[in-house]
């Protein structure tokens, strides 16, 4: 039986140390890397196939900058992978925030012998959270191109789900010359540089 590949990501050395030892004793799991910073988390994250990330909601001690939430975001941005938030803090607005980041589960500390469970569940089946998150994001991108038209909002759609400029023209029957007056449109009505940029926007803003 293929044994699910987890990661811990924490300021804490000993908490590392710990819930390495707490995981690898359960016999479906294995703690595959874990890392102490937001940019060591990236790294690894981006470089390795894991199933899921245990990521401290605060990995820098000397403040409460709550930068594992953004690492959390950033690495869902390049690499689908399963994210339980795990803290000290009982705060509704940093739950909102994990949430919106795109984490699966939050877990406080203190509840630690739930977390095989949690992640059992992550990789078997969508949680609550993920529902919302999603429900959240379609609510919150429509309001960001409430602006466009039926058929802008289409192709922006379509260049976010990876489509070609070729492709779009295919599938929507016009023109290369039609198509460029569109995304003129685009660009101005999300004040973007290109579509890139537009997508970028978006996704940060139904984020912040």
């Known amino acids: 039986m293929d044994k699910i590949k987890v990661a811990v ?3 804490d050395p000993d908490w590392i140390k710990q819930t390495i030892i707490f995981i690898n004793n359960q016999e479906d799991m294995l703690v595959a890397w874990s890392a102490t910073t937001k940019d060591e988390a990236i790294q690894f994250a981006v470089n390795s196939n894991i199933d899921v990330i245990l990521m401290d909601i605060n990995l820098d001690g000397t403040s409460q900058n709550y930068d594992g939430v953004t690492a959390a975001r950033e690495i869902l ?6 994210i339980i938030m795990m ?19 939050y877990i406080l ?7 095989p469970n949690a992640i059992r569940s992550a990789c078997k089946q969508t949680s609550p959270l993920e529902i919302i998150f999603k429900d959240y994001s379609k609510l919150k991108e429509s309001e960001q191109l409430n602006e466009l ?3 802008e909002r289409q192709i922006f759609l379509l260049f ?7 492709k779009i023209c295919n599938d929507l029957y ?3 010359g039609t198509l460029k007056k569109h995304i003129s449109n685009i660009l101005k009505k999300l004040a973007a540089g ?15």
């Open 149 to 151: 038209t039926p058929t």
């Open 174 to 176: 016009i023109s290369e």
């Open 109 to 115: 500390k203190e509840d630690f012998r739930q977390i």
């Open 9 to 11: 990501v924490d300021d």
């Open 87 to 105: 803290t000290s803090i009982s705060d509704e607005i940093i739950i909102k925030k994990s949430i919106i980041a795109g984490a699966v589960n």
């Open 160 to 166: 976010k789900e990876g489509y070609t400029k070729d």
């Open 194 to 208: 290109s579509i890139k940029e537009a997508i970028r926007l978006v996704k940060s803003k139904i984020m912040s």
């Open 77 to 82: 941005e390049i690499q689908p992978v399963k």
